[in-house]
């Protein structure tokens, strides 16, 4: 299920809702637990199998860790590998065999590998980052065992996070499994959260993602350089209208139900450097790995090559962890590589020269890290790297290009004011002074659901033009 | 206002079919244990939930407005043009999460060039064999009404995909009436319609006076029909896909010759040439009471029509190969010729049969551009006179 949709909204959330408050404390995370996987399964119902099994791993692990983390470290740390290599072996499976396999299957020596269609279970980076940060903070004493399998299954499929974030810590969330404070004001505050980033996902993203689509279609027509750049900057607008507002979607139904989950995104395309951006971009992911992998390798306090080295592994699989596919992983290097070159000399520099300047070389390496990203295809990510820097018998612009591009101006002009953290800031103080906000929000908050519905409606709407049968 | 929605869809009753869409809609899914493991039910769930919900068509007309508001000028790959003239300018396929958008004036050269070639051998082979033969290719409405369009609007590319149909086409009986339609739409003449794809009776009138004159026959003259109004609340095929609620609605018209009367003529619905249907004259005036009204002239669709008129022998007989455009063209070249009627899209074993079974003194095609740049239709144009 999507939260994106009308039955999810109307039909799923009403109910969950509902169930929620209606039943005394003791019950909330059983309930969250069913409707969890009720959630999981509409959309995967076998592979929901894959995810009880990696919950009862962890779980019966965590137990031994626990059980010995004190008294015998040798054996709480083998428990805890097994557990991880569990858990690592189930999205390794199920995530990477297609593109092992295809790799290996090159070299002649391999050339009888099978050719594996292996789908991807929804959520399994996820969910499995999820439950190994289990594991690891119950190991370094950050953590209590959890109180029993519901609690912790519950931890692991809650929905608002199960599917694309942000990555919760164990640690962080513990306590609140426990014991939650719901009140009006919090539920309110969530709705508020949630109607945003479900404005950020269909109003913004989905009409991104539509326009990129439309711009790449004709670039193979009427090849330009600016309507080459436009579908990777309107990438740049989908992708992250899409997550943040996903995961603003998340944060929101999590505080209408008591939790309290932390930021995954800070205004990512305000930044004046690289090494700023992963400071604001996906915050959950890259606090795991430098939590759970660059540290543990020593991170920068074993001297200058050996933090280039634990950047080069962090970057490696971060780029990995994206997708099954070179481009990721040469995306990741990509950032691996300019994040090193910042740290030697370039960040002292960028200090140096006006702020404005440190923006567009951030965004011009964000915006090329994106092209990398979107070209699943390197060949096609070539031929639209030509174009865009006017390498391919391309014109510079067209009239058809242009119309198109003051037609999409207001949406970018909202899309540009929605990157920063303006219309936030304008929001509090606004609310903090005049008590008059009290009235209006809930009705702005229903204007944006009713846009978002009208939306959503439309994108179902699908006429056949001629005939019926 | 969650709440009352939920309680709302559950309470109304389920619509069966969309005339707006033009589809089947989704109704409440079967439940059993298998389709709720493989997936079924809740796909099934997802689309039942989204086509019965409550103010559906109110929720797209205010889409529509938002994204008008956002000064897009289009919706759903339908722009709104001036005095509300609608124009298809991009088709949008949906496959679950992938959207494929394409705009209609990107056609493979390649591709259509084949296509054309093979229209070509057919009209050498009809004119070596004394056939009298006419391809008609009626434009789109983005190409006819560009001084509607949006300022700014990229007319060049239905320009050039025009001079690149006229080159390949140069030397042939391929009827151009691209200037003249666009010159009459220009004057303020109702050719087209605003909210459907075809063009209006009076389209089709001057499409039939440019295939008599290519003949070297003499058509009748536009006093000499009378126009009846049969309806002033036409909403079409564009209206449909646009969203656009709020635009103001077509008129259609019978044009009747005034000594000749429609009821001296029967169209005789045929399959594997046996009659499976007859009516007098041309028009279904029941489909005038559902949404496509359009769909009233010859009664919509079917593979093989043949029109002739009672106790009339003698007179020449036409092939006119078509889509929906050919139906409000034939009530006129009924006046002159027994037609037989067959649909280029419905077609199922190829046109030769045809040619078996009746002996033609023209031939005349009239295919839609779109159609021709969206799907290979046009090679069903094949014919072998060697006997």
């Known amino acids: 299920m999507v939260f994106s949709s009308l039955i999810f909204l109307f039909l799923y959330l009403a109910v969950t809702i509902t169930l929620y408050y209606i039943v005394p404390f003791k019950f909330r995370n059983l309930v969250l637990l069913i409707v969890s996987l009720l959630f999981y399964g509409w959309g995967e119902p076998l592979y929901i199998i894959i995810m009880i099994y990696s919950i009862v791993v962890a779980y019966v692990f965590g137990f031994y860790i626990d059980k010995y983390r004190d008294t015998d470290e040798k054996k709480a740390k083998m428990f805890l590998v097994i557990s991880l290599v569990l858990n690592l072996l189930a999205l390794f499976v199920f995530k990477y065999t297609n593109f092992i396999f295809d790799n290996l299957r090159v070299i002649p020596l391999m050339s009888w590998l099978p050719d594996t269609n292996i789908k991807l279970p929804i959520g399994i980076s996820f969910y499995t980052f999820q439950i190994m940060s289990y594991s690891i903070d119950l190991y370094r004493r950050q953590a209590k065992r959890a109180a029993n399998i519901i609690s912790f299954g519950t931890y692991v499929s809650l929905f608002p996070q199960l599917i694309a974030g942000p990555i919760v810590r164990y640690k962080d969330v513990d306590d609140q499994l426990r014991k939650r404070e719901t009140n009006i004001t919090k539920f309110a505050s969530g709705v508020q959260t949630f109607s945003a980033g479900l404005f950020k996902k269909i109003i913004i993203a989905d009409s991104m993602a539509a326009i990129c689509e439309y711009m790449k279609n004709t670039a193979m027509y009427e090849t330009t350089v600016v309507g080459a750049w436009m579908v990777v900057i309107f990438f740049t607008f989908q992708i992250y209208f899409d997550f943040s507002g996903y995961s603003d979607m998340a944060i929101g139904l999590g505080r209408m139900f008591g939790f309290e989950f932390l930021e995954n995104f800070n205004y990512p395309y305000i930044s004046k450097s690289i090494t700023e951006f992963w400071r604001r971009w996906h915050m959950s992911l890259s606090t795991w790995f430098k939590e759970y992998v660059y540290i543990p390798l020593g991170g920068n306090r074993k001297g200058l090559l050996i933090q280039f080295r634990n950047i080069a592994i962090v970057w490696f699989i971060t780029g990995f962890w994206h997708g099954a596919s070179w481009n990721y992983i040469l995306w990741g290097v990509y950032f691996g590589i300019i994040l090193i070159i910042e740290k030697i000399f370039l960040l002292k520099f960028l200090e140096k020269i006006p702020k404005v300047f440190a923006h567009i070389y951030a965004l011009f390496f964000i915006v090329m890290g994106w092209w990398i990203f979107y070209f699943r295809d390197l060949n096609k990510g070539v031929d639209f790297l030509k174009m865009m820097f006017g390498f391919s018998n391309s014109t510079f612009i067209t009239g058809g290009i242009l119309y198109d591009i003051i037609r999409f101006l207001p949406l970018v002009i909202i899309a540009i004011i929605g990157s920063t953290p303006f219309p936030k800031k304008q929001f509090k103080m606004l609310t903090e002074k005049y008590s008059v906000a009290r009235y209006v929000v809930p009705v702005g908050v229903a204007v944006v659901l009713f846009v978002c519905t009208a939306y959503m409606v439309n994108s179902t709407f699908s006429p056949f033009l001629y005939y019926i049968f | ?387």
């Open chain 2, 1 to 387: 206002m969650i709440f009352g929605f939920t309680i709302l869809f559950w309470v109304q009753k389920d619509n069966n079919i969309s005339e707006d869409e033009n589809r089947v809609l989704q109704t409440l899914p079967e439940f059993s244990f298998d389709r709720l493991i493989s997936g079924d039910y809740s796909t099934d769930m997802n689309d039942y939930f989204a086509d019965q919900f409550p103010f559906r068509n109110f929720f797209i007309n205010a889409k529509s407005r938002i994204e008008l508001a956002l000064l897009k000028k289009e919706n759903n790959g339908v722009v709104l043009g001036d005095d509300g003239q609608l124009a298809v300018r991009s088709s949008l396929n949906r496959d679950f999460d992938e959207i494929e958008i394409q705009n209609i004036d990107q056609f493979d050269k390649t591709r259509l060039s084949i296509l054309l070639d093979i229209e070509k051998q057919f009209d050498s082979k009809l004119t070596a064999a004394g056939i009298d033969y006419c391809f008609v290719m009626p434009m789109r409405s983005v190409d006819i009404a560009q001084s509607a369009m949006p300022a700014g609007f990229p007319n060049y590319r239905s320009d050039e995909l025009l001079s690149f149909v006229r080159e390949e086409l140069r030397d042939t009986h391929f009827l151009d009436m691209y200037d003249m339609f666009r010159e009459k739409y220009d004057a303020g003449e109702y050719v087209y319609y605003r909210t459907d794809h075809h063009w209006t009776t009076l389209g089709a009138y001057y499409c039939y006076v440019e295939i008599m004159k290519s003949f070297g026959m003499e058509p009748y003259p536009l006093e000499a029909f009378t126009q009846e109004k049969i309806s002033d609340s036409f909403y079409g095929t564009t209206w449909s896909k646009s969203g656009f609620r709020f635009v103001g609605s077509d008129e259609i018209y019978y044009f009747h010759n005034n000594e000749i009367s429609d009821d001296k003529f029967t169209s005789i619905v045929k399959s594997n040439f046996a009659e499976i249907n007859s009516f007098t004259g041309f028009y279904n005036h029941e489909k005038l009471k559902e949404k496509d009204k359009y769909g009233s002239f010859m009664s919509g669709s079917s593979t093989h029509i043949s029109i002739t008129m009672n106790n009339t022998e003698g007179r020449e007989k036409i092939l006119l190969l078509k889509d929906s455009f050919g139906h409000s063209v034939a009530p006129f070249l009924a006046l002159h010729f027994d037609i037989e009627m067959v649909d280029l899209d419905y077609l199922d074993k190829g046109i030769q049969i045809y040619f078996n079974n009746y002996n033609f003194d023209k031939v005349v095609v009239i295919y839609n551009l779109d159609n021709v740049i969206s799907n290979d239709n046009l090679q069903r144009l094949k014919v072998n006179f060697e006997k």
